[in-house]
């Protein structure tokens, strides 16, 4: 069976510093692997995601992602924090028939 | 607004009384998914539709939970004899896909909180 792990409950980054967000994955066969952002009050919202090819993703916002099939990771990553990034961040791996998120990160971006 | 809806957004219910929840999928997506997310949690996953074909319901939580989507458009989830443990957040997500291919992103409506007195 297929699940998702964020090893952190709490990051908390500095306005301006990069900031990571970890999550591991175990799935068997390929992984589908996305990530997620939900704020106060909103639903999730899809940041980004990796199908196939390139390691590193791009998504929305200035957000970025690195898959890592030997540390069976997927971190999510920002070269430089906002505040506005503060929310919940969820990882998140598709199966055959199911999505597995994990338990979720809080991040906040300390002015 | 051509996003996921869902209606009710808030459900407050006694114990014992049944409760449908109600999402509108965005129009083009062709599969639906119901979770329940509860606090300091990630959504968890109950059952999908691939058109009004109900794909996966095994994870529903129990016999007290259906689903149904018999049009291939909007869905409901029902909660039958509610108890108290079945407070939540409901949350509806729509994509595209067919057949096997699973790397469409999916989008996910505002939520329906239940809360069960």
């Known amino acids: 069976a297929q699940s998702v792990a964020q090893p952190e409950d709490q990051v908390n980054v500095a306005e301006g510093n990069p900031l990571t967000v970890k999550c591991t994955y175990s799935v068997s066969g390929n992984p589908y692997l996305f990530w997620y952002v939900q704020y106060p009050n909103r639903g999730l919202q899809f940041l980004l995601k990796y199908i196939t090819g390139d390691n590193l993703v791009k998504g929305s916002y200035g957000f970025e992602a690195e898959f890592n099939k030997s540390q069976t990771s997927f971190h999510l990553k920002k070269p430089s924090a906002l505040v506005s990034d503060s929310a919940l961040y969820f990882c998140?791996?598709?199966?055959?028939?199911?999505?597995?998120f994990g338990a979720g990160t809080r991040l906040t971006v300390k002015p | 607004d051509t996003g996921v809806s869902q209606d009710p957004r808030h459900k407050i219910t006694k114990r014992g009384q049944n409760v449908t929840f109600r999402c509108d999928p965005i129009s083009e997506h062709n599969r639906l998914y119901w979770y329940r997310q509860t606090l300091g949690q990630g959504p968890e996953f109950l059952t999908y539709?691939?058109?009004?074909?109900?794909?996966?319901k095994s994870r529903l939580l129990s016999d007290r939970f259906s689903a149904e989507r018999p049009k291939g458009s909007f869905s409901t989830l029902e909660i039958q004899r509610t108890e108290q443990g079945d407070s939540a957040m409901y949350l509806c997500?729509?994509?595209?896909?067919?057949?096997?291919?699973?790397?469409?992103?999916?989008?996910f409506g505002p939520g329906t909180r239940l809360t069960v007195t």
């Open positions: 539709f691939q058109n009004e074909a109900q794909l996966e």
């Open positions: 998140a791996a598709r199966g055959d028939n199911d999505m597995r």
């Open positions: 997500a729509s994509s595209l896909g067919a057949g096997l291919r699973r790397g469409y992103e999916q989008y």
